[in-house]
């Protein structure tokens, strides 16, 4: 497996289950890339969703992703505070100057206080029976909910005091950089 260089600009390319495309975004700059995370960002993206609509990403982000892991990280820099968006998905792979996975529909919101949601459980079911999705996928998908409250309360990864800091500046220094080339 390739790994991405810090600095380059990559695509995310999310599927589902039975391997259609659910949503790529267009742009996003690595600012870690190793054979087990790439922790990446972007500022007003294109995003593309498998119907062909477009939108553009509102706010800056800052996105966690692991290749052991069954979740993917959105770290949103608002001006009221850090939202997360949390997608319960495979690890990643990568290839091509594509960050690739498959998106299990359920998703966790967790507010600036540390509060949070649990999104589309009923878009869950409904892809479970229609992609036929196995009991494992249901196993690993509570047990990783678990892991997500557990890194919550104890602020670890993502949710660490500096995890935001440190990544927000090193993405403005790439940025500035870019600007120089």
């Known amino acids: 497996m390739t790994i991405p260089l810090e600095g380059e600009m990559i695509q995310i390319h999310s599927y589902k289950h039975n391997?259609?495309?659910h949503r790529v975004w267009h742009e996003t700059m690595v600012l870690k890339g190793t054979k087990n995370i790439i922790i990446a960002a972007n500022d007003r993206t294109l995003v593309t969703e498998s119907?062909?609509?477009t939108?553009?990403?509102?706010?800056?982000?800052i996105c966690y992703y692991h290749a052991e892991y069954w979740?993917?990280?959105?770290?949103?820099?608002?001006?009221d505070g850090v939202y997360y968006y949390i997608n319960l998905s495979s690890p990643f792979v990568y290839e091509d100057k594509m960050l690739k996975y498959?998106?299990?529909d359920l998703d966790m919101k967790v507010?600036?206080?540390?509060?949070f949601t649990l999104?589309?459980?009923?878009?869950?079911?409904?892809?479970?029976?229609?992609?036929?999705?196995?009991?494992?996928?249901?196993i690993i998908?509570?047990?990783?909910?678990?892991?997500?409250?557990?890194?919550?309360?104890?602020?670890?990864?993502p949710f660490a005091p500096d995890f935001i800091e440190a990544w927000t500046a090193r993405y403005q220094f790439h940025k500035e950089l870019k600007k120089t080339e």
Not at 111 to 115: E, G, L, T
Not at 141 to 157: D, F, M, V
């Open 71 to 79: 979740f993917n990280i959105i770290c949103m820099l608002r001006e």
């Open 119 to 138: 999104l589309d459980e009923d878009e869950y079911e409904q892809h479970k029976q229609e992609m036929n999705y196995p009991d494992e996928i249901d």
């Open 102 to 104: 498959i998106d299990y």
């Open 111 to 115: 507010f600036p206080d540390q509060s």
């Open 55 to 61: 939108w553009v990403t509102r706010e800056p982000s």
């Open 51 to 53: 119907d062909g609509r």
């Open 19 to 21: 391997g259609s495309i």
């Open 141 to 157: 998908l509570k047990r990783t909910i678990s892991t997500l409250k557990q890194w919550i309360q104890q602020k670890k990864g």
